[in-house]
């Protein structure tokens, strides 16, 4: 073996015969290679193998010539026990995974037991792999050796070889060769020995993407292996830095896959590193998956999370186990949210198991969407879809079996069925949105709380969820920013109450909004600002995209919107907490969508009234202090009076407030930063210091002047730990201690003895003893708030929002405190922004027009601030005064308002339990201890009374009455009936605004229960109720009676105001039903006051001349004069207590056709002699409470004067040829046995001392036996 083999004889003859069949000259070239191949030839083939083997197989070899390829010679062994193989390949694809991979498959072809391998190496450009592979005895296989040779040659080939292979076969010659001379050489060891070629060459494409700057991320998904029908491979592709794990595997989890391995490749292919990033997944289901199938889907939701465009939570597992898109996943996901904030007590995780266990409901639910709202399908596929869609949901749930998954399941389809609108299909720049907006009919969905608002518009987005809830069609109110992520709908559903209510002042109902931001910034506040402000511009985007417009006077539904509710082109917003600054963003994009509100869509814009230059809700709640200290005897602009205030001057509402008098004393106040100490302030001092505070851009209590202190005085931070307290200061405060922390500071000021607590702050700072902190919502706060029992101030002004519990001022004001609520208080902001909102409305079309341009529009607004003010302020000072006038004889009246309570609950119009009204029970305990409702409950019912009376109006023909138009007019300032009145009637919201007005006079003048019981008692509708108010209220011109009481504020008491402002409403109640008994059908209001105007003077200037003509009254003039009231005021108050006799006087006159100055003195006379004066003194002095014995002593007063003018009448229609004075003379001659009998009855009942209802309904039967 170690011999040469031409020195071994038989090996020597062998070879020359080898030679000799090469026909080659072994001088030659080749002759001399062929020598060199059998001499480095292995001994045991040279021994063993036959003449033609060596012959076949040297020739073989000599012909390679040094080419880079894969051949393959063999021999079988002549006894069949092994074969001999010679495999050469190019020695640069050599490798000892290659020569394992090339011993296996020569054991597989051969059907080998065993291998021996001996490698050669040597200056050639091809390496020799010698392999012995024994076989079985028996063996009888005849292996094909072109097709190992080619199996040897993929496997000899290098990962590049294949590499560009395969792009060649991709991409062709010229560019597969471009991409692998640009990327081969860079791929790493690791993942070409990983990673097949093959798969590289199918993502090249997306690694040049990313690479040339094309894409921020590319990915793909397939299977692991061949065999692996459960596993399978993500791969992504991103420059500079891989997907940390913490990220992705978060996100892979949440799609339904564990993830079992992960493979980093960093591959330098540019100027930044590219990052080949593969995981080895497999469905946390167990389930087989078609990775081509899934592929977009899944690739499509794991960006739009990793971006931060969808949530990272287990809806994503829908993408894989409900074949939904990462886009349904979020419409689940956003119903999910929505239904977390109703009163549906699970939680995300729960509803999204009971949703992944149901898998064909939830892909039925689906389904259901898209039939509803999918703009692409027509009527009739829409409804086949949702028809066969409803079928199959409750075929389904009849199986659920399990009472919280049915729960869960029917939570989320009563959400889809109440869902009347949705953003869903609409697109940006061919891309979807990256919010869901719904519309809701809250009525439909059953897991709501109360109250529930007509609409609902519920906006979510990854980065924040809103809520906008609506009261009616046309409705109003704020949009805020929460803090309170888990329950913002409950804190947006009070302000919306509470907005209903204070909204009675304007025309539209009540809203309200808010949104919570989830990817807030930490750090510099004003990185936080701008994430909030780009969250309220998708809200308000939100809102705007489900919202019809008005273009050409057509109502246009937005694009890819399906409708299933009627025209909805009324929006409007305004600013809140949060949102101060934030109404130009919303007029901005409300321009960008061409709506036709323009800057009317939010008021206190740039080009809008500025509310706290105006310091227009503070002055409305003022006007409500200064009465409380009026009915005090007090005048806050001329007494000095204290005050602690919960606030800062930096503030609208706190800093307008405390300048509304010279004449305040602050002694303490606190806002979030600081407490504010003055125990005895000099009052003039101490106003100008507050004055500079308020007038620097922006301040605090910590830049009060300590000059400016008193003794004792000083301002502390709320963050000390605790607080050494003056002398005087403690003694004020009546603190034991002198070191107190900040929380119990606070809690000495809500409960010290002040004549005036005002909030201009922000929280809840007093409840009921009978409630819990938990009941209140406003943990913030939990440890500053005290019991409504604690309080010793005198009044409290709420110029703020939510400062006390309803339960709260109800239990103050039964303790004899004086207060309203907020919503009365402080409406001068929402009365003033409405009013902007209808007048740029109004003067919109003179823009439209070029006869008014918008600068110069802007300019008239300023120029009308001031008139603005004042008439928001007469709203507060009526309402105000509204109340106080229903708490005027309120124990009498307790019966009155729980009727009323009772009707508009059962009118659905309001829930008592909802509203914190008193029970039945409740009721009859305050009757029998002599005491009615509170202020806070008598606001409350008078603001629903004004709703259901101005819906009411708003449905019937009344603001049509040409009549009515003054109404129109006074509702807007003088500058604009001067230029404008003719643009008037084509207000949009003209219906709206008369009715509102007339609601609002209706109630506040007349009382909250005036036009239900006008309508029950006379069985009247709401529209002639109305329409006969208007009338008396004109023919008697009353509204000058009113100015003229109301301008006597501070100089006569309080309570004789409202006793003769009792008196005129009284008596015009019995004018209104005067005209609702006896002209019904006669109601124009045009016509009607036209036929009894004129004659009210002439009844009036009768009676001047008539002496001794209603006596009573006449001494009711005396001694209201005697208290200050003009004369002349006195003496038409008079004129109007005989309403319903001027009335019928002017009837008979017109009807006899007599002058009316020939009628009254019969009218008076007769009344007088027959003592018909008498028993109405006697009807007005009959004690009654409550409902129905009210309605006796009204039907005893119509029977009397229906006599009255009965006996007027025949006595006029006998008269012949006679003067009125001979007839009622002769008719009393003819009549004075009967006339005599009669008056002798009333005597002797007189007499009696005993006058009650039987006993005036005998009076005015004697009457009645003298027609």
Same mark, same amino acid.
């Given at each position: ?74 021999r ?21 995974q290659?020569?394992? +991979? =090339?011993?296996e498959?020569?054991?597989? !072809?051969? /059907?080998?037991?065993? %291998? *021996?391998?001996? &490698?050669t ?12 592979? +024994? =076989? ?5 296989? !005849?292996? /094909?050796?072109?097709? %190992? *040779?080619?199996? &040897?040659?993929?496997i ?11 792009l ?46 094309l894409?921020d991320?590319?990915m793909?998904?397939d ?5 692996a ?22 996100i ?77 996943a ?41 039939a ?16 066969q ?7 389904q ?14 939570a ?92 009675t ?57 399906i ?17 101060a ?11 960008d ?61 706190f ?32 106003f ?8 620097r ?55 010290m ?60 004001a ?5 207060i ?73 009246r ?6 009323l ?64 138009s ?35 006079s ?26 006969a ?8 011109n ?30 015009l ?11 019904l ?15 009210v003077g ?46 019928d ?37 009959l ?5 129905w ?25 006998q008269r ?15 009549s ?15 007499a ?11 009076a ?8």
């Open positions: 073996y170690t011999e040469r083999p031409g020195d071994v004889p038989l090996v020597r003859l062998k070879l020359d015969r080898v030679m000799a069949k090469s026909g080659l000259d072994p001088t030659s070239h080749n002759g001399k290679a062929l020598q060199h191949i059998l001499d480095t030839f292995p001994r045991d083939d040279l021994f063993q193998g036959s003449v033609n083997d060596l012959a076949r197989m040297s020739a073989g070899i000599l012909n390679l010539q040094e080419r880079h390829q894969v051949k393959l010679f063999c079988r062994d002549a006894f069949n026990h092994y074969y001999s193989c010679f495999v050469y390949l190019p020695r640069d694809q050599y490798n000892p290659t020569r394992r +991979r =090339i011993e498959l020569l054991m597989q !072809a051969f /059907n080998g037991t065993s %291998i *021996e391998t001996k &490698l190496m040597s200056e050639s450009a091809l390496a020799r792999l010698e392999a012995t592979i +024994r =076989i079985p005895p028996d063996s009888r296989i !005849a292996p /094909n050796i072109a097709v %190992i *040779e080619k199996q &040897l040659e993929a000899a080939q290098t990962w590049a070889d294949r590499f560009r292979a395969a060649l076969a991709q991409f062709g010659a010229n560019e597969g060769l471009k991409l692998f001379h640009r990327f081969a050489e860079h791929f790493p060891a690791a993942y070409r020995e990983e990673v097949d070629p093959a798969k590289s060459s199918g993502e090249i494409h997306k690694i040049a993407a990313v690479v040339d700057g894409s991320l590319e793909s998904l299977r692991a292996a061949e065999d029908t459960h596993r399978l491979r993500f791969t992504t592709f991103r420059l500079e830095e891989p997907i940390q794990l913490y990220t992705a595997l978060p892979l989890e949440h799609l339904g896959m564990k993830v079992l391995n992960e493979r980093l490749y960093q591959v330098p292919a540019g100027p930044a590193a590219l990052w080949i990033q593969e995981f080895e997944l497999e469905p946390a289901a167990n389930m087989s998956l078609d990775p081509e199938d899934i592929e977009p889907r899944f690739l499509e939701c794991f960006r739009r999370v990793l971006a931060g465009e969808a949530e990272n939570d287990q809806f994503n597992s829908f993408i894989v186990g409900a074949g939904l898109d990462w886009r349904e979020a419409l689940l996901r956003a119903y999910c949210k929505y239904l977390l904030q109703t009163e549906l007590t699970f939680s995300q995780t729960y509803m999204q198991e009971v949703l992944a266990r149901h898998t064909g409901l939830t892909q039925t639910l689906i389904a259901l969407f898209h509803l709202f999918d703009p692409d399908h027509d009527s009739k596929r829409r409804r086949t879809l949702v028809a869609s409803r079928r199959s949901i409750t075929d749930l009849e199986h659920v079996t399990t009472l919280d998954d049915d729960r869960i399941l029917r989320f389809l009563s959400v889809i069925e109440a869902t009347l609108r949705t953003n869903y299909y609409q697109s940006d720049a061919n891309e979807r949105k990256s919010y869901i907006s719904f519309k809701l009919d809250p009525t439909k969905i059953v897991e709501l709380p109360l109250p529930r608002p007509k609409f609902e518009i519920f906006v979510y987005s990854p980065r924040f969820e809103g809520v906008h809830l609506r009261c009616g069609n046309i409705a109003r109110g704020g949009l805020r920013w929460s803090d309170r992520r888990e329950d913002f709908r409950t804190e947006i559903l009070g302000l919306m109450k509470a907005q209903q209510v204070k909204n002042v304007i025309v539209p109902s009540g809203a309200k909004g808010g949104f919570v931001c989830k990817q807030l910034p930490g750090g510099d506040p004003k990185f936080v600002q701008a994430e909030v402000i780009a969250c309220y511009r998708n809200f308000i985007r939100g809102l705007l995209d489900i919202t019809d417009n008005i273009v050409d006077e057509r109502i246009v539904t937005p694009a890819g919107v409708r299933r509710d009627n025209d909805d082109p009324y929006l409007v917003v305004a600013a809140d907490k949060g949102t600054t934030f109404s130009d963003f919303a007029n901005e994009i409300a321009a969508y061409g709506f036709w509100l323009g800057d009317a869509f939010a008021s206190g814009g740039s080009a809008g009234f500025d509310h706290k230059k105006m310091g227009i809700t503070a002055r409305g709640a003022w006007e409500c202090v200064k009465r409380h200290f009026r009915e005090l005897g007090i005048d806050t602009q001329q007494q000095p009076f204290t005050v602690a205030g919960i606030g800062d001057m930096g503030g609208d509402v800093g307008n407030g405390m300048l509304m008098s010279p004449y305040i004393r602050l002694v303490a106040a606190f806002n979030h930063q600081h407490i504010f100490i003055d125990p005895d302030p000099d009052t003039r001092r101490s100008s210091e507050r004055k500079r505070l308020f007038q851009t922006r301040s605090d209590w910590g830049e009060y002047n300590e000059a400016k202190f008193s003794t004792g005085g000083g301002v502390y931070s709320r963050q000390s730990k605790s607080i050494k307290l003056h002398p005087a200061a403690q003694r004020m405060l009546e603190l034991e201690q002198s070191n107190v922390t900040p929380p119990e500071l606070v809690r000495a000021i809500l409960r003895k002040v004549d005036l607590l005002w909030n201009g702050g922000i929280g809840t700072y007093i409840k009921s003893s009978k409630e819990s902190h938990g009941d209140v919502g406003d943990p913030a706060n939990d440890v500053l708030r005290i019991d409504a029992d604690q309080l010793q101030c005198r009044v409290i002004g709420e110029g703020g929002n939510l400062g006390l519990t309803q339960l709260g001022r109800i239990e103050f039964l303790l004899g405190g004086r309203n609520t907020d919503f009365i208080d402080n409406s001068g902001g929402v009365d003033t922004s409405d009013r902007e909102v209808n007048i740029k409305i109004l003067l919109d079309n003179a823009i439209v027009g070029r006869t008014l341009s918008s600068s110069k529009r802007n300019d008239l607004l300023a120029a009308m601030t001031d008139e603005i003010a004042d008439l928001v302020l007469v709203d507060n000072y009526n309402q105000s005064q509204a109340l106080s006038m229903m708490s005027t004889s309120n124990h009498e307790l019966g009155e308002n729980a009727y309570i009772r009707t508009l609950a059962e009118r659905g119009v309001l829930d008592r339990d909802l509203e914190n009204l008193p029970t039945e029970d409740n009721i009859n305990e305050r009757r029998q201890t002599g005491s009615g409702l509170t202020r806070p409950e008598l606001a409350v019912i008078m603001s629903y009374a004004k709703i259901e009376l101005f819906n009411s109006l708003v449905e019937s023909d009344t603001p049509e009455d040409p009549y009515l003054a109404e129109l007019e006074a509702y807007f300032p003088e500058r604009l009936r001067r230029r404008f009145a003719a643009a008037f009637p084509a207000h949009r919201l003209r219906r709206e605004i008369i009715a509102m007005r007339i609601a609002s209706m109630i506040n003048r007349m009382g909250a229960s005036f036009a239900i019981r006008a309508e029950e008692d006379t069985g009247s509708t709401t529209a002639q109720v109305a329409r108010y208007a009338i008396a209220r004109e023919i008697f009353v509204r000058d009676l009113w100015k003229e009481i109301e301008a006597c504020d501070n100089q006569v008491p309080a309570d004789v105001q409202y006793d003769l402002l009792f008196q005129i409403s009284r008596r109640r019995r004018a209104v039903y005067w005209l609702l008994q006896r002209r059908d006669a109601l124009s209001i045009e016509q009607t006051v036209a036929r009894f105007s004129p004659g002439q009844v009036r200037q009768s009676l001047a001349k008539l002496e001794g003509a209603d006596e009573h009254h006449r001494n009711d003039v005396r001694q209201h004069q005697s208290s200050g009231i003009p004369g002349d005021l006195m003496e038409r108050l008079a004129a109007l207590a005989i309403a319903t006799q001027t009335l006087i002017i009837e008979i006159a017109a009807d006899s056709e007599i002058a009316i100055g020939d009628v009254v003195p019969l009218y008076f006379e007769l009344g007088k002699d027959l003592r018909l004066d008498w028993i109405r003194t006697k009807i007005e002095e004690h009654v409470e409550g409902r014995p009210a309605t006796a002593r009204a039907t005893l007063r119509e029977h009397l004067a229906q006599q009255q003018n009965a006996l007027i009448r025949s006595i006029l229609a012949g040829k006679r003067s009125p004075r001979d007839a009622l003379t002769e008719w009393f001659i003819e004075k046995d009967k006339i005599a009998r009669a008056c002798q009855n009333l005597r002797d009942m007189d009696s001392g005993e006058i009650d209802f039987a006993t005036l309904s005998a005015i039967r004697e009457i009645e036996r003298l027609t």
